[in-house]
């Protein structure tokens, strides 16, 4: 296992140069670089200085070759336009972005699962197509609607809920949770039901039936265990996902998340913020996948023995994406 | 079928219950309050408002405010936009303070402030002894002429020079070149002081320790969301009745304005011009509309491309347009069409041209049929919804009259990137500005060399006029050169001004001591708010 999380981690090397140097060039090739944004009304001299302090006055790879080195001595960089170290502004906001995506995801979860397995029980009934119509609902309805409605009902007719920012803690987190979460919703419950419905089919779980096991056991004990490698998989993929940050809703409840760092460095051409940024959630993203083929262990003790032997990286490969081993 | 039929019903029905959920009110309607504080409804645009209210034994001790876009920069040295000013007046003082309303100026930081000679090349200061700065470190002829030195900003590196530092607290501050509105900068906030020490011991945050009645609490500043602020207790002026208050982003105008109602903000600017109607409604909201002094309007550029060397197509453009199907486009129903590329609240502001440029789609049509290039490219910066709408207006405007307009979009940056005087790449663009009172200001828009100068306009009577302009305190020369200019502007078609807009400020109901002015640069340093 330990030797796993190691080549997992090494991983993360390559896809951190791949990641950076596309967005140096993507940002490189954009029209404006920050210097518009920060010295518009410098004279020329100041601007001349300027892009000799910022490399800017060499090709973009010099630039991102200082970038690389100053990441290799621990250092994501200063920011051109907040002039703060990227590191101390990426971890102001991330407790408001992992808050954020835990409870989403949690909320996700909590409607899902059960919205999943009461489908696949009930499978060509009115309960299954109505929990498939409230998935879908979940997944069209935009946030920034969503959101709003939720605002308007809530914070401002009913008064109960803050409709904006993180200063009242657990209240500020429970309508941007849900906004997200609803929009989670869809993936998950029909992973849940597709899953399901395999593992209910199989012949174990008629045995079981057959020797008068009763069906509320049946399903908790023997048919959600054995479904859960695809939920997890795709749970795991939703916190990733989350952790990236969500600027529509961050947005619509001034959520001082890292989503909307990001998307304001990009407006800026805030190169060194942008990365910074990425490189952070890559990293977040790739322990999330870690700790969910950890979790796949736990799980299915089969899984566990695979890793044991060595072998399990493919093998886990295919039990994640075919929900069976 | 008929299962499925069912659950979709009930979904719906679901639904529709949410949205009336969310259109009820909570409240009753109460009848208008009548507590004596400002009414609702349009200003006078010439004045601006310092928000009066009543004596209370107690005042709330912290407040919220909803900002529409981030604060980037705790520094003024290095920023100079509206944004940025509503921190920067609670936070820092200038040497000289001019008041709006009355046109006048008067010493700040600066106990007394005087031309050296009628050369208008020097002024001389002389500073309050009393004033320590937020490190508790005293304010010094020094760090003035520390704080002139670094600002970034053209409205005073175009004509600073040095200060001379006589004594602690008397210096010279000498300009490059005449410039009789330069006291006028000296009271912007691109001129606000702040303290050497600080900046020298932390470049990053130092310039961050100001004079002003609120000190930045450092351990509660989120850069780009929020900036938490206290009163500083040892402030040399008038004290704030409120303690604390934090400077909110809450960029999406509808959540702004649940904000405010749910009283989570106190204050909020640029209501969304469709739910005025709304925050006008509730007993415990205030409005306060008025026109600002920031202009839309349509830039050519002068220099390459072709409208440059075509004065009929600037002129069919001109014609084409019709500004009032253009601001109602954009729903700023409080805007007004403008005429002169100039401030309507400047000074030697001029409007009776003998040539009649206004809308006129049969002189357009005669202009474009003896035109040989009937197509022009126009940028159009996608970060402003207002652009983009506008765009649009005048390009259907133009090809009612056979020039057909081809919309470019690019995002804030590229078109900044591709409009810079040195390197202007755009045949003509969109742009606004939000124009300071003193007339020498539009300097920035007309100079050659300068950034905003979005029409890259290279024009040596117009350059000769502006130099002349703030060399003499005569005002019937000065006006006679400022209405040479806008007639020179007008009558070629440089820019094509648009309309001056309207903005909307609404607050709690109780709310005063805020100063809001027709420059959207409002200064909420003394806001305060009875304890009910």
């Not at chain 1, 054995?226 to 993929?237: K, L, R, W």
């Not at chain 1, 001034?254 to 909307?260: D, E, I, K, T």
Request: charged letters at 20%.
């Amino acid at each position: 296992m330990g030797k796993y999380i190691v080549k997992r981690v090494i991983m993360l090397i390559p896809v951190i140069i791949g990641v950076s140097l596309l967005i140096f060039i993507m940002l490189d090739l954009a029209p404006g670089t920050v210097l518009d944004q920060i010295a518009n009304d410098y004279t020329p001299e100041q601007l001349a200085a300027l892009e000799h302090e910022l490399g800017y006055d060499r090709s973009v790879f010099y630039r991102y070759g200082m970038y690389m080195w100053d990441l290799l001595h621990g250092d994501l960089g200063t920011s051109y336009i907040y002039k703060a170290e990227v590191w101390d502004l990426y971890m102001q906001r991330l407790p408001a972005t992992l808050l954020l995506a835990g409870a989403s995801v949690l909320v996700s979860i909590v409607l899902s699962i059960p919205l999943g397995i009461l489908a696949a029980t009930k499978h060509g009934s009115l309960t299954d197509n109505a929990s498939m119509v409230a998935a879908l609902l979940g997944l069209s309805m935009p946030n920034f609607w969503l959101g709003l409605m939720l605002i308007i009902v809530f914070s401002l007719n009913l008064g109960w809920l803050p409709s904006s920012g993180f200063k009242d803690g657990f209240r500020s987190l429970i309508l941007p949770a849900i906004t997200i979460g609803t929009g989670l919703m869809a993936t998950l419950t029909r992973t849940t039901r597709s899953s399901m419905l395999d593992v209910i089919r199989s012949d174990y779980l008629r045995t079981a039936r057959a020797k008068g096991v009763p069906e509320k056991t049946v399903i908790r004990k023997h048919a959600l265990k054995n479904a859960m490698i695809p939920i997890i998989t795709v749970i795991g993929t939703q916190m990733g996902r989350t952790l990236g940050g969500s600027v529509v809703t961050e947005n619509v409840f001034s959520w001082p998340g890292v989503g909307r760092l990001t998307i304001d460095a990009v407006k800026q051409r805030d190169t060194i913020m942008v990365t910074g940024c990425i490189i952070m959630s890559v990293i977040m993203i790739s322990l999330i996948q870690l700790l969910v083929d950890i979790t796949y262990a736990f799980v299915d003790p089969r899984l566990k023995s695979q890793y044991a032997s060595g072998g399990g990286k493919r093998k886990l490969a295919r039990a994640a994406g075919g929900g069976q081993t | 079928m008929k299962r499925m039929k069912r659950s979709l019903s009930f979904l719906l029905a679901m639904l529709m219950l949410l949205s009336l959920a969310a259109c009820g009110g909570k409240k009753d309607p109460a009848p208008p309050d009548d507590n004596g504080t400002s009414q609702p409804g349009p200003q006078d645009p010439l004045q601006s408002t310092v928000v009066q209210g009543t004596e209370a034994d107690s005042y709330r001790k912290h407040i919220d405010i909803a900002l529409t876009q981030q604060i980037t920069t705790l520094d003024p040295g290095l920023v100079s936009n509206v944004q940025h000013y509503y921190l920067f007046n609670m936070v820092y003082n200038t040497l000289l303070f001019y008041d709006n309303s009355t046109k006048e100026l008067s010493g700040e930081l600066a106990e007394t402030f005087a031309w050296a000679d009628d050369t208008y090349t020097k002024i001389h200061i002389t500073l309050r002894p009393d004033v320590v700065f937020h490190s508790g470190a005293p304010l010094t002829a020094e760090d003035v002429a520390f704080s002139l030195d670094r600002t970034t900003s053209t409205l005073v590196t175009n004509t600073y020079d040095h200060a001379d530092v006589i004594d602690e607290h008397t210096l010279d501050i000498v300009l490059s070149q005449p410039n009789v509105d330069f006291m006028y900068v000296l009271s912007h906030n691109s001129s606000a002081i702040v303290s050497k020490a600080s900046v020298e011991a932390d470049p990053d945050l130092g310039g961050a320790v100001g004079t002003g009645p609120w000190v930045i609490d450092m351990k509660n500043y989120v850069a780009g969301d929020s900036v938490a602020l206290v009163r500083n207790d040892a402030y040399w002026g008038e004290k704030p009745k409120t303690e604390s208050i934090t400077l909110r982003l809450i960029s999406n105008a509808s959540s702004r304005l649940i904000a405010l109602q749910n009283k989570e903000v106190s204050l909020m600017t640029s209501v969304n011009p469709t739910e005025v109607s709304s925050a006008k409604s509730s007993p415990d909201i205030t409005v306060h509309d008025y026109a600002t002094a920031q202009m839309y309007y349509f830039a050519f550029n002068n220099t390459s491309g072709p409208a440059a060397d075509d004065l009929k197509l600037r002129q069919a453009v001109a014609y084409a347009i019709d500004r009032e199907e253009l601001y109602l486009a954009t729903g700023d129903t409080g805007a007004s069409p403008a005429t002169s590329f100039w401030g309507w609240h400047m000074q030697y502001y001029f409007d009776d041209f003998d040539l009649d440029l206004g809308y006129d789609p049969e002189k357009a049509k005669e202009l474009v049929d003896q035109l040989d290039n009937k197509t022009l490219h126009l940028m159009v910066n996608t970060g402003s919804s207002d652009y983009r709408i506008m765009s649009q207006v005048i390009q259907e405007q133009c090809r009612r009259v056979g020039l057909e307009i081809v919309i470019d979009e690019v995002d804030s940056a590229g078109a900044t990137a591709n409009s810079k005087y040195a390197s202007a790449t755009h045949e003509a663009m969109l742009y606004s500005i939000n124009m300071n009172d003193w007339d020498s200001d539009m300097g920035r828009l007309l100079s050659v060399g300068s950034n905003t100068n979005k029409a890259v306009l290279n024009n040596e009577r117009i350059t000769e006029l502006l130099g002349l302009g703030v060399s003499t305190t005569d005002e019937a020369q000065r006006a006679a050169y400022y209405q040479e200019i806008q007639t020179l502007v007008h009558d070629n078609c440089f820019y094509i001004p648009l309309y001056y807009t309207s903005d909307t400020t609404a607050y709690e109901t109780g709310a005063s001591g805020m100063h809001l002015s027709y420059s959207r640069d409002h200064d909420y340093s003394y806001i305060c708010i009875p304890e009910a």
